[in-house]
């Protein structure tokens, strides 16, 4: 079964940088990985993914500012979030599932398998 792990999160100040990881055990050929975060009384949103073709997809939000990678012969997958704002605020997680059309990757429905979360907090 495929096991997702993150680790990373802290508090940072403001301008601050943080590198998240995922680390996945078992991901079936053709997945895609993606990152969400969820903050309270906001629904989870999606934040980053990779492709299962390599392409990346970015919120607005984040876009410039964040950047996912994978080494997927270690079994990791990377947030490398710079410029950190009060805003990003929140408990990321990562996920992994498959799907079709332009926006599937915002969906959290799409995604079958899901981590415990890290937090990240960044201080207004």
């Known amino acids: 079964a495929v096991q997702l792990e993150e680790s990373g999160g802290a508090s940072v100040q403001a301008g601050g940088s943080l590198r998240l990881s995922c680390k996945f055990h078992?991901?079936?050929?053709?997945?895609?990985m993606a990152w969400y975060r969820q903050s309270p009384g906001k629904e989870r949103e999606a934040v980053a993914a990779?492709?299962?073709?390599?392409?990346?997809r970015y919120d607005d939000s984040v876009k410039g500012r964040f950047s996912i990678s994978q080494d997927h012969y270690q079994g990791e997958n990377i947030l490398q979030m710079n410029n950190l704002r009060p805003e990003d605020t929140a408990m990321y997680y990562c996920?992994?599932?498959?799907?079709?059309?332009?926006?599937?990757?915002?969906?959290?429905?799409?995604?079958?398998?899901w981590g415990q979360g890290t937090q990240v907090t960044v201080p207004s």
């Open positions: 078992e991901l079936p050929s053709g997945y895609c």
């Open positions: 990779l492709l299962s073709d390599g392409d990346t």
């Open positions: 996920a992994a599932g498959q799907g079709r059309g332009g926006s599937w990757w915002r969906r959290p429905s799409a995604f079958e398998y």
